[in-house]
């Protein structure tokens, strides 16, 4: 089974919807956030929309030798092999208080190497969010202390 979005982001109202409810949860949650930062690839559509709502600012998180600039990486391990994250080593100030966004959580991989560059960079992550969990993967176990949240969950 294969779990996409694209849907959702195909139908205008379903999508602003889907703002909604995330600008709701996340002014609900946080009285201060500096950054929305975005996940390689589709953390990219959710992240700049959900980020103007709230005025505040947007960042990239992307696969190695996609960003300009100085750079922070880490590598991680996927079901299939390695891979490598970047994020600018001027994205974010020591102690700014980040969101990281993505579209699906499964294994958690991805998302814990994010947390870990935001961390290199002396930075808060107050919580990850995506919009679907694979809950059968356990991905959220990895992320341990750091909050997270998902609006659908499946098994």
Known sequence: LYSD???LLKDPAAFGTLIDLLEDHLRASFPKIDFIAGLDSRGFLIGPPLAQRLGIGFVLIRKKGKLPGPTESVSYTLEYGKA???IQSDAVEPGQKVVIVDDLLATGGTMCAACELVKKLKAE???CLVIIE???LKGSEKLRSIPFYSLL???
Do not use: A, G, H, N
Request: charged share 35%; hydrophobic share 40%.
């Open 5 to 7: 979005i694209s849907p």
């Open 84 to 86: 490598e994250l970047e």
């Open 125 to 127: 992550v107050l919580e």
């Open 134 to 136: 694979l809950k059968l």
């Open 153 to 155: 969950q499946y098994d």
